[in-house]
C-alpha cells in the first residue's frame, strides 16, 4: 500500500511538470495583479473615457477590467496603457508611475477625428428630411452627417406624399458608410406589407368595409386586421374572443356594411358593434347576393345560408344537393340556386328538384366552373375552365372564359385566355363591370365592362398611366410585387384595393379608370 502512494504522487508531480510550461505560457498574455503582501512599493492608476466600457491593457496585457476602473499594483516607472474598445481604434499611451502614488487618465474619444465617422444620407426622392436616432439634424438629402461616435445609428428619411423610411447603419473609427433609401411613392398609390406598414402577415385573403368606415382585411395565419386609414390593428386568437382561428379563407362586407368573415372553423358577422359565430366547417367560398342574402360553401359540408336574421343550411341530405363540395354559388334573375361542383359542371336547383349540367351535354363552355355571380340585373354569370395536357415543347396549362347565362344557354363574353389560377371569385362593381383574377406570367387584375368582348388588364386599361407618378419605370414589377391578382375591393371613398399574397395596394381615387 505504501509502495503504492509513492507511485500515485511520483505519477501527479510528473502531469504537473508537463502541465507547467502551458500555465506559464497564459501568464504573458493576461495581467495579473500581485497580492499585497508580495509589493511594498506601488502605483495605481484610474482609467476613464468617454464614451466608457473600453478594455483596459498594460504593457500588452489584459487586465480584464473596463473604464471606469483603477489598475493597482502597478510597478514603478513607465507602464503602456492601451484602451480597446469594439468600432474604435485602439488608443496606446505612456504613464509614468511613482510609488505609493495614484494618477487619474481620462480619454475623450470625442476630440479626436481619427475615432469619429461619417454617414453618407442619399434618398430617391432628394430633399428628404434627415433623422438621426429620432431626431431631425436640420438636413436634407443628400447631405453627409460627419464626426460620429462610432456605434449603430437608425437614419430616417421623411418627404411629402412619400413613406417615411429607415435603416440602421453601422459606422467605426474613420469609416464612412451609406446609407441610401428609395423612399415608397404615396402620392397615387399606396402599398401595405409587413416592411412598411407593420402588419403581421401580408398573405391577405379578403378585404371589406364596415359601416363605420374601417377597413377590414383577412389574412391566411394571423386572424384579422382592421385599418382606421393610420394604423392596422391585428385581432387574433390569441388577443380577441371574437376570432375563432388565425385562418380566413374569405371576408367580404355585405350591402349593409357588416363584416362577414369565412374562418378555417365559423361563419362570423360583425355589424359595426358586435361579433356574432356559427360553428362550421372550414369556409371555402363567401358570395353576397344582390338581396343581401349570405352563402358560405363550407369544405365538405354543403352551403350556410343567412337571410332575413335566419341561417339555414343546403346539404345532400336536407334539400338533396347532389354533393357537399361546393366552389362557388348563387341565384338567378328566377330565383333559381346555383352552385358549382368541385368535381366539374353545375347543379340548379328551382325549389323542388336539382338538375346536373356538363359541358357535353348542357352547353357549359368548359367543364369546370370555378366562380358564380349575378349582374345588377339579375343575370348568371359564371368562370368556366378546362385542362390543356403539356405538348412537345408546351407545359401543361389550362384556359379560362367567362359566359353569362341567357334565355337558357351559356354565353361566352370573352376569349379563352391561358390561366394557371384555379379558385376565382367573379366580383360586380356598381358599373357592372366583371372584376377576376388572370395569370399567364404575373398574376394581375383584368375586367370586362359591359359590352365588351375583350379584358381590360390591370395595367394596360384600368390604370391611369400617365397620371400616375409611382409606376413610370417599373411598370409590371411594382404591380406584380404588391399584389398577386386573387381579388379587388373599392371602398366607400373610391379607392381600388388589390390583395393577395403580397399584401394590399389602394390606388387612389382619380388614378384608375373607374
Known amino acids: 500500500m505504501v509502495l503504492l502512494r509513492k507511485v500515485i504522487k511520483y505519477c501527479n508531480f510528473l502531469i504537473l511538470l508537463a502541465f507547467l510550461p502551458l500555465l506559464q505560457g497564459c501568464a504573458k498574455d493576461v495581467y495579473v495583479e500581485p497580492k499585497e503582501n508580495l509589493k511594498v512599493d506601488n502605483a495605481r492608476l ?112 421623411s418627404h411629402p406624399e412619400y413613406r417615411d423610411d429607415s435603416v440602421n447603419v453601422t459606422v467605426q473609427s474613420m469609416g464612412v458608410e451609406l446609407a441610401s433609401i428609395v423612399l415608397d411613392d404615396t402620392l397615387d398609390v399606396i402599398s401595405y406589407n409587413i416592411k412598411n406598414s407593420g402588419i403581421p402577415s401580408q398573405l391577405i385573403t379578403g378585404m371589406g368595409e364596415d359601416k363605420n368606415g374601417f377597413i377590414w382585411a383577412g389574412t391566411a395565419d394571423k386572424g384579422l386586421l382592421r385599418f382606421d386609414g393610420n394604423k392596422f390593428n391585428n385581432y387574433t386568437a ?91 354559388m348563387t341565384y338567378d ?55 390543356v395536357p403539356p405538348g412537345p415543347q408546351a407545359p401543361p396549362t389550362s384556359l379560362h372564359v367567362i359566359a353569362k347565362y341567357v334565355n337558357g344557354s351559356w354565353i361566352t363574353i370573352n376569349f379563352a385566355v391561358k390561366s394557371w389560377l384555379e379558385d376565382r371569385d367573379l366580383i360586380v362593381d356598381a358599373k357592372n363591370r366583371i372584376w377576376y383574377s388572370f395569370e399567364d406570367i404575373a398574376r394581375i387584375p383584368a375586367r370586362i365592362s359591359p359590352g365588351s368582348y375583350y379584358p381590360e388588364y390591370f395595367v394596360n386599361y384600368i390604370l391611369k398611366l400617365n397620371s400616375i407618378r409611382k409606376f413610370k419605370n417599373k411598370l409590371y414589377q411594382e404591380i406584380e410585387y404588391f399584389c398577386s391578382g386573387d381579388q379587388i375591393f373599392i371602398d366607400s371613398k373610391g379607392n381600388l384595393w388589390i390583395f393577395g399574397n403580397n399584401g394590399m395596394i389602394k390606388i387612389k381615387p382619380g388614378r384608375w379608370i373607374n
Open 46 to 157: 484610474f482609467v476613464d473615457s468617454s464614451p466608457r466600457g473600453a478594455i483596459i491593457y498594460i504593457n500588452g496585457k489584459t487586465t480584464g477590467l473596463i473604464t471606469p476602473d483603477t489598475v493597482k499594483w502597478l510597478d514603478t516607472g513607465a507602464v503602456s496603457v492601451t484602451l480597446r474598445k469594439k468600432l474604435f481604434w485602439d488608443t496606446t499611451f505612456t504613464v509614468v508611475n511613482e510609488k505609493n502614488t495614484a494618477k487619474n487618465i481620462f480619454i475623450d474619444y470625442y476630440k479626436s477625428d481619427r475615432m469619429l465617422a461619417s454617414i453618407i444620407c442619399f434618398s430617391n426622392p432628394a430633399g428628404s428630411k434627415i433623422y438621426l436616432n429620432g431626431v431631425y439634424t436640420g438636413r436634407t438629402t443628400p447631405d453627409t452627417l460627419r464626426k460620429l461616435i462610432p456605434d449603430t445609428y437608425k437614419i430616417k428619411y
Open 238 to 328: 390569441e388577443n380577441s374572443s371574437f376570432v375563432p382561428s388565425n385562418y380566413v379563407k374569405k371576408l367580404k362586407s355585405d350591402r349593409d356594411g357588416n363584416i362577414w368573415t369565412g374562418f378555417s372553423n365559423a361563419l362570423s358577422n360583425y355589424d359595426g358593434s358586435n361579433w356574432s359565430s356559427i360553428q362550421s366547417d372550414a369556409i371555402f367560398n363567401l358570395q353576397v347576393t344582390l338581396d343581401n342574402t349570405i352563402l358560405a360553401s363550407t369544405e365538405r359540408r354543403g352551403i350556410i345560408k343567412y337571410s332575413g336574421g335566419q341561417y339555414s343550411y343546403f346539404t345532400t341530405s336536407s334539400i338533396g344537393m347532389p354533393s357537399n363540395e361546393v366552389t362557388s
Open 333 to 387: 334573375k328566377d330565383g333559381k340556386f346555383w352552385i358549382a361542383l368541385r368535381a366539374g359542371g353545375l347543379a340548379v336547383y328551382d325549389g323542388s328538384s336539382w338538375t346536373k349540367l356538363d359541358s357535353i351535354h348542357n352547353g357549359l363552355p368548359y367543364a369546370q366552373c370555378y366562380g358564380l355571380a349575378q349582374m345588377n340585373d339579375g343575370t348568371l354569370i359564371g368562370i368556366f375552365s378546362k385542362w
